[in-house]
């Protein structure tokens, strides 16, 4: 490739930047990395994260149906809808494994998990 055709081309990664309102970044420049070795592995990192989070967010979509069940069962038997000594329990576990954030956690499970009847 001559100088040339390498100035066309970043002339024209350019303007389909501009016209896009899309500059195109490095590995490095996407991941805040200093090196492409760390770039790579922050990619590889972040898509593990990614799949990770998806999988989370399944089992928090399934804890919501489970407790669906739940409430319903209670409120169709004449109890209340929410049972705080079992969340509680619930607050009490998740602070045990994981701190005082663990303790924030249960309560954003907890009101993703109540009053949905």
Known sequence: MTATATET??????ENAEK???AEKTAAEKTGARTDEAAGVI????ER?????DRIIGLIQERM????????????SGGRRVNLSREMEVLDHYRQALGKPG???????LELCRGRI
């Open 9 to 14: 081309t970043a002339t024209e990664k350019t």
């Open 20 to 22: 896009t309102g899309k």
């Open 43 to 46: 990619t590889g990192a972040r």
């Open 49 to 53: 994260i990614d799949s990770l989070d």
């Open 65 to 76: 149906a489970v407790s669906a069940v739940i409430q319903e069962a209670r409120i169709s």
């Open 103 to 109: 303790t924030t956690l249960a309560m954003t499970l």
